[in-house]
């Protein structure tokens, strides 16, 4: 029996700020706030950078009251990474790696030392630095942009490199073949991935893994393969040819752990956080939230393990805030702030600049949860039990793959696309997962599902129908 809920679902199912409200920090006249790297220090404050070369400490970020900004450092290098650190703050210049210290605590910076440096810098605008993230063992990770039309001279050395610091400042040169590396964060696991952004050699944005040795897919920064210490020797290059054929083709080439659709899933992917929060920011413990720079957006990311590599899928979370979202953290609340600057690039929004919190109602949103690959096909699971009559029915869901070019254009559309067929939906007992079977699953290809008349058992919608499983491997 249809009930009156099913009939209604759509205007029961509410929009994203029903589940995850924004609140904007206001800041004071004459701080231009444009957020490139954020902290959350032990007693709750928030410590900011900014690209303009400032560290700010911001007391009273949570609405309780109005928020206070207090200078801490000042005269750096366009810096675009922030973490509180063994009594001190690491901060990523262009050149080095900074530790600021407060030695005579008058909440001012006095000692400004530097941790690491020898990269190149040229001064072309596109060489940024991003970093640090600490691992669980005490190493910092960074990643450098390769570098974009003229330089003012030739020492652009390791540029498009990942970096591994230790504690002692000594680094060693991990991985090679990045574009635009804006973002950096860990998993449960303590794995290291980064997030690059469209453009030559990279056809769409991306999350990837980082190990030793390994080629993310930008050449331009192979030149440095040749030096005693480079993990790995320069691959033969191919172009114009699908990223599958590529990747069988290039040695050490790595294929992504999630494509981000251009478009649909934003359009360039910035910050990387992992929810750790005890379930204080929803359902969606353990999973990585990802920023976009043009859409103004945070996206989502479930990942697993097939074949000993990561792949995953990636899910649209929220959209609407006031500019581009470069960096998060999260507050002592379980909140998330989201730091902003859209450095006179477009992006959506009604700001240049801006720190905002994504604060959770409580209110459990109806949403596809994780997207796992089965050998015939996917299973998902939901944050509420289905609606068995449209979770089973296959004609409540639509799937197509397509994969991408290689080559050095900017960009690629999306290429031999095929429209796939389900034919099977099973829900599980508990009503909380839908295995699918899916004919035609092609390994290294982007498998995008709608599931516009999935309801769950009070007749929601989902909040957002879709989901983008990158299936590198078919288990």
């Excluded at 690959?373 to 996917?378: H, L, T, V, W």
């Amino acid at each position: 029996m249809v009930t009156l809920a099913l009939l209604l679902g759509v205007a029961l199912a509410g929009g994203e700020e029903d589940f995850y409200r924004l609140a904007t920090i206001a800041v004071p006249d004459g701080i231009k706030l444009e957020v490139s790297g954020m902290d959350t220090l032990r007693d709750g404050r928030i410590a900011v950078a900014t690209r303009k070369g400032e560290v700010w400490i911001i007391d009273n970020a949570y609405g309780e009251a109005e928020a206070k900004f207090h200078r801490f450092a000042s005269g750096l290098h366009e810096p675009l990474g922030l973490i509180w650190n063994s009594g001190g703050f690491l901060l990523m210049q262009r050149s080095e790696l900074t530790r600021l210290r407060d030695t005579n605590r008058d909440d001012v910076a006095d000692e400004y030392l530097t941790v690491a440096k020898g990269w190149g810098v040229t001064g072309n605008y596109h060489e940024y630095a991003y970093g640090p993230k600490a691992d669980a063992r005490g190493n910092l990770w960074v990643t450098l942009n390769s570098s974009i039309g003229e330089r003012l001279n030739n020492d652009d050395r390791w540029r498009g490199w990942s970096l591994l610091i230790r504690p002692d400042g000594k680094w060693q040169p991990v991985s090679v073949g990045m574009r635009s590396p804006s973002g950096l964060g860990m998993n449960l696991e303590d794995d290291v991935f980064y997030t690059d952004q469209q453009g030559n050699w990279v056809p769409t944005n991306n999350l990837h893994h980082i190990r030793r040795g390994v080629f993310h897919g930008h050449p331009d920064s192979l030149k440095d393969c040749a030096r005693p210490e480079a993990p790995l020797r320069r691959p033969a290059m191919v172009e114009n040819v699908p990223i599958p054929e590529a990747v069988r083709r290039i040695p050490n080439f790595v294929l992504p752990a999630v494509w981000f659709p251009y478009r649909k899933m934003g359009m360039s992917a910035t910050d990387v956080v992992m929810d750790r929060t005890g379930g204080r920011f929803g359902p969606f413990g353990d999973q990585l939230f990802v920023g976009d720079f043009t859409l103004s957006l945070v996206m989502r990311v479930w990942l697993e393990k097939v074949g000993g590599e990561y792949q995953g899928a990636c899910f649209p979370f929220r959209e609407g805030l006031d500019s581009a979202a470069v960096r998060m953290g999260w507050g002592k609340d379980g909140s998330l702030f989201v730091g902003e600057t859209n450095r006179g690039w477009n992006s959506l929004g009604t700001r240049s600049y801006g720190l905002q919190r994504l604060v959770w109602t409580g209110r459990t949103p109806f949403e596809p949860l994780t997207m796992s690959a089965r050998p015939d096909g996917f299973e998902l699971s939901f944050t509420k039990p289905v609606d068995e009559k449209t979770a089973a029915d296959g004609g409540s869901y639509r799937m197509s793959s397509y994969t991408y070019l290689y080559h050095k254009t900017y960009g690629s559309p999306e290429i031999d696309t095929r429209e796939l067929k389900i034919t099977a939906a099973r829900v599980s007992a508990d009503r909380k997962s839908v295995r699918l079977t899916v004919e035609g699953l092609r390994a290294g290809y982007v498998h995008e599902l709608h599931m516009p008349r999935v309801r769950s058992h009070t007749g929601e919608p989902l909040l957002h129908p879709v989901a983008y499983y990158t299936l590198n491997r078919i288990p």
